[in-house]
């Protein structure tokens, strides 16, 4: 088991920004690549952004690929989601995600493990 941990979010105006961090315990040995996703009530949970824990191989949603970045930090098992120039519409509940297996592309169907989830809100 991988247990995640999402911290970092809240409010903040249009064109600010935020550092969403994600911790990784447990079995972690076991998680080849960790990911962002995102969901608005009504809608289905989108990826936002991704990366491979042993290679340089990151995927970034094209509609925040200017203003996010994704990074890791293998010492402590942890991946953040820096967060630039936000819109209302980057409004949702973030997810971090941990996956076992490099297949399946940055679908939520892929990913074995989940954090609670965090709220990100942005004001007009």
């Known amino acids: 088991q991988v247990q995640l941990v999402e911290s970092g979010g809240g409010s903040v105006q249009a064109g600010g920004s935020l550092r969403l961090s994600c911790e990784a315990s447990?079995?972690?040995?076991?998680?080849?690549?960790m990911a962002w996703f995102r969901q608005v009530s009504g809608a289905e949970r989108e990826g936002v952004a991704g990366?491979?824990?042993?290679?340089?191989?990151?995927f970034t949603r094209d509609s925040v690929k200017d203003r996010f970045t994704i990074s890791q930090d293998n010492a402590k098992n942890a991946v953040y989601l820096q967060m630039n120039s936000l819109k209302p519409e980057d409004t949702a509940i973030y997810y971090c995600?941990?996956?076992?297996?490099?297949?399946?592309?940055?679908?939520?169907?892929?990913?074995?493990?989940w954090g609670q989830g965090i709220q990100v809100t942005v004001s007009s």
């Open positions: 995600a941990a996956g076992t297996s490099p297949r399946g592309g940055w679908y939520p169907r892929a990913f074995a493990y």
């Open positions: 447990g079995y972690t040995s076991s998680v080849v690549r």
């Open positions: 990366i491979y824990l042993r290679e340089p191989t990151v």
